[in-house]
């Protein structure tokens, strides 16, 4: 079973950046997964599957509206997954969830139950 730990998060003005990242411990691949990725859920909302990286040739998957602004990318050495957050705007602020899922048809489906407790990332304009 995957676990994750988010960090990173923060509060920042509009245009700001941050770097999250997600220290895993597991195997994607033992697991049948091929994906792994951030989801963001903001207050009284569902969680929204933002950005993908798979784990074997790190093909990226964004969600529209952080294309041009967000870059996942992995350190398969150390376990980790980042987020790359530049140009945030206050819209973007949520809980980032790391987590582990199927990638393909240029979507993330991640496995339900695997996400981290996440980071909170707080955008003023």
């Known amino acids: 079973q995957m676990k994750f730990v988010e960090s990173g998060g923060g509060s920042v003005q509009t245009g700001g950046s941050l770097r999250l990242s997600c220290v895993y411990s597991?195997?994607?691949?033992?697991?049948?997964?091929?994906?792994l990725g951030w989801i963001r859920q903001a207050p009284g909302k569902d969680g929204q599957e933002i950005a993908a990286i798979t784990t074997t040739d790190e093909q990226t998957i964004y969600t529209d509206s952080v294309k041009g602004r967000f870059t996942i990318s992995q350190d398969n050495a150390n376990n980790t997954v980042y987020l790359q957050m530049t140009n945030l705007k206050p819209e973007d602020t949520a809980m980032y969830h790391c987590?582990?899922?199927?990638?393909?048809?240029?979507?993330?489906?991640?496995?339900?139950?695997?996400w981290g407790q996440g980071t909170q990332v707080t955008v003023s304009s």
């Open positions: 987590a582990v899922g199927h990638c393909y048809s240029g979507s993330f489906f991640p496995a339900a139950g695997y």
């Open positions: 597991g195997d994607a691949d033992a697991q049948g997964y091929n994906c």
